[in-house]
């Protein structure tokens, strides 16, 4: 034990303190574990030196705001981080993934693709080809429209319970909803992806349902400038379908709605409509139509 | 009001759900400070202050807030920067912790760098004593810690124009005089607007009271204002009225009435809620 160690108790009969050239020293941090130790003994007791310990006061403030910080950080998901290691800026990242009504809408998705999987699955047991076409139809109908229904379920009074509460801030109407809807699309499109090889079919047919999807979620969205997002979901949703197999039915090839001629129109109605909704649509007006 | 201290102007304001009329040409003006708004269930408060809020579109009318005219878009999404809004039913996500409710709501108002973002969510939960309860999550917050929660991220930014439903209910009396202290400071400079149905708030609080009324303003003033609309239609006896008017037994067993002189009462001084009973008693009179 050194000189500095000997720190009676403040209770004692002579009262001893930190010698200034001490406390400055410890301040500038020169001194030794064993005497850091020994000071910081005393200074816990004696409030006397605790405030002659020159301290800056913004440094110290600084300091506590950085742990409180670590302390009550809201803890970051993995959906959360792997979008910020993707480049995403933290604020769009837990904009996306504490959005309750999305991680419906992802949940959603996570189980129609499962549901695809199975089918698929049993489909290739199928020994009539009736039956695979049947599979690969429902498939290529349904793909397009899990990322409108993810989008129904991610906005709007209908849907969000705290819709109320953010319906009054900077980023609710357009921004939020187009912020939204390209999330859904995205993880639509990958997990349909993921699943799509296991469906019986040619490669091509098999990966039909890209460009409707696209054109479907872009024809949503404009229309989202008409109607709230559930009705404009809807009908956008009902329309493709019967679209399919009213054409199919009467090109008489269950497939019509899928081959090459069609999908032109597909790429045509993406290339048009996605471009002006990521550059236009921020500026539309929702006030009516939320 | 000088017109140039107006922050909040409504005119021929209305609204219909359906075939029922929330707000019938409802006229409002006021400037920096307190505004209450007093009126019955149903009276269209909620309706005006969505109108306000930018949550809900009127169907016809006029409103200039801060000089901003929400019906335009540009205008209405800078008008949103500049306003903190508590709804009467705020729904909750009971997930969350409070911080990380609050920290969601200030990235939607545009508070993108997280620093910063979580020094000013720490200050308004502090503001609303909710500190130490920053990591509970919301589900198992009480009612009126909820209603605070609400509040705090109302404070966000620390908006020049405040817009509080019923901001009061279920506030414990410790809770409720923070509120008025938080409340009071705020209106200097500041515009806020909150309803209530507690016309001790109004007269604690509010330097301007506006009565709503079938989606109407029937009053506005200062609550001593409609304080004195009660002036002479306050009676105190010692046996309970015989005519069919409004009365009701107080703490020091003499009966209060309002109206008529009963019989062998005495004059008693009047308060807000008497003006509010009266005018509406009026009011319904009127409509009947
Ligand atoms: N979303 C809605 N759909 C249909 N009618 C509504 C809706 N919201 C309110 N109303 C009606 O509009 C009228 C005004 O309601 P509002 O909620 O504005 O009243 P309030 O003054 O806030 O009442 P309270 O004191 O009970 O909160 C009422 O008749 C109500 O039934
Ligand atoms: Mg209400």
């Known amino acids: ?290 | 009001m000088n017109p140039t201290d107006t922050t909040v102007g409504v005119r021929a304001l209305t609204k219909r759900y359906g075939s029922r009329t929330a707000l019938a040409a409802l006229d409002l003006a006021a400037g920096p400070g307190v505004t209450g708004l007093l009126g019955p269930n149903g009276a269209g408060k909620t309706t005006l202050l969505r109108c306000l809020a930018t949550t809900l579109a009127p169907d016809g009318g006029e409103i200039r807030l801060l000089g901003l005219d929400p019906a335009d878009r540009a205008q209405r999404t800078e008008l949103r920067r500049r306003l903190g809004y508590l709804p009467q039913d705020p729904g909750f996500y009971p997930h969350f912790t409070a911080f990380e409710l609050v920290d969601y709501i200030a990235i939607l108002k545009e508070m993108n760098d997280r620093r910063a973002r979580h020094a000013e969510v720490r200050r308004v939960l502090a503001e609303v004593d909710l500190a130490d309860r920053a990591a509970t999550k919301v589900r198992k917050l009480s009612g009126g810690m909820k209603q605070r929660l609400a509040f705090a991220q109302t404070l966000l930014g620390d908006p020049e124009l405040l817009i509080l439903d019923e901001p009061t209910v279920g506030l414990d009396p410790e809770q409720r005089m923070r509120f008025r202290a938080l409340v009071s400071r705020l209106g200097e400079g500041r515009t806020v607007l909150l309803s209530t149905h507690q016309t001790e708030d109004v007269a604690a609080l509010c330097e301007r009271v506006v009565v709503v009324g079938g989606g109407r303003a029937v009053f506005t003033g200062t609550p001593a204002g409609l304080a004195a609309t009660a002036a002479g239609q306050v009676w105190l006896s010692e046996r309970p009225p015989a005519g069919r008017q409004l009365f009701w037994r107080t703490a020091d067993g003499r009966y209060r009435a309002l109206g008529e002189r009963p019989e062998g009462a005495e004059p008693a001084v009047p308060g807000v809620e008497d003006g509010y009973l009266l005018l509406l008693g009026d009011t319904a009179a009127v409509a009947a």
């Open chain 1, 1 to 290: 034990m050194n000189d500095t160690g000997a720190a009676p108790r403040p209770s004692g009969p002579a009262p001893w303190h930190l010698p200034a050239d001490l406390a400055g020293r410890y301040a500038a941090g020169r001194l030794d574990p064993a005497q850091t130790m020994s000071v910081e003994a005393h200074l816990e007791r004696c409030a006397r030196c605790r405030a002659a310990i020159p301290a800056d006061a913004g440094w110290l403030a600084a300091s506590w705001e950085r742990v409180a910080d670590i302390v009550d950080r809201p803890r970051a998901g993995v959906a959360e981080r792997l979008l910020c290691r993707c480049g995403v800026p933290q604020h769009l990242a837990r904009l996306l993934t504490a959005t309750p009504a999305l991680s419906r809408a992802w949940l959603g998705s996570v189980a129609a693709v499962l549901a695809f999987a199975v089918l698929a699955g049993l489909a290739s047991t199928f020994a009539v080809p009736v039956g695979r076409a049947g599979v690969l139809l429902a498939f290529l109908l349904l793909a397009p429209i899990l990322p409108t229904a993810g989008i129904a379920a991610a906005y709007g009074t209908r849907v969000d319970p705290g819709h109320e509460l953010q319906a009054a801030t900077p980023m609710a109407g357009p921004r939020l909803l187009l912020l939204r809807a390209l999330a859904v699309q995205v993880t639509a499109v990958t997990l349909t992806g993921l699943c799509a090889p296991f469906l019986p079919g040619p490669p091509g047919l098999v990966a039909a349902w890209v460009l409707p999807s696209l054109g479907l979620t872009a024809a949503v969205l404009a229309l989202t400038r008409l109607v709230p997002v559930q009705p404009a979901a809807a009908g956008i949703s009902a329309c493709w379908a019967a679209a399919v197999l009213v054409y199919g039915g009467w090109a008489d090839d269950l497939f019509a709605a899928f081959r090459p001629p069609a999908q032109a129109l597909y790429a045509i109605t993406a290339l048009v409509l996605l471009p002006v909704l990521l550059t236009r649509y921020r500026r539309a007006d929702h006030w009516r139509y939320r």
